[in-house]
Nanobody, 123 residues
């Protein structure tokens, strides 16, 4: 099993940036594809991004393409989500999750989840 802890959330004005971190213990991120999900009040879990275990391929939902960048550092057991040009509609609790072995857009494909970090974007 693996434990995941998100950090880096906070309050930012529209157009600003935040960098979220996902740190793992109990295993290594290199064993998993790592995805980011978010959940806003009144909405269901939404897949945001994923980075593959092997070749580092990255995937994004259309609403964040060109604004968000996912990356990983397997030596540090960490994955990052750089969020630029933030919009109020990006406000949500952001979760990182680990899938074995492939990136998927479905939450059911992910075996381990962090507790989330709050991102609030003011207008």
């Amino acid at each position: 099993e693996v434990q995941l802890v998100e950090s880096g959330g906070g309050l930012v004005q529209a157009g600003g940036s935040l960098r979220l971190s996902c740190a793992a213990s109990g295993s290594t991120f290199g064993d998993y594809a790592i995805g980011w999900f978010r959940q806003a009040p009144g909405k269901e879990h939404e897949w945001v991004s994923c980075i593959s275990r092997t070749d580092g391929s990255t995937y994004y939902t259309d609403s964040v393409k060109g604004r968000f960048t996912i990356s990983r550092d397997n030596a540090k057991n960490s994955v990052y989500l750089q969020m630029n040009s933030l919009k109020p509609e990006d406000t949500a609790v952001y979760y990182c999750a680990a899938a074995d072995p492939l990136c998927q857009v479905y939450g059911e494909a992910y075996d381990y989840w962090g507790q989330g970090t709050q991102v609030t974007v003011s207008s």
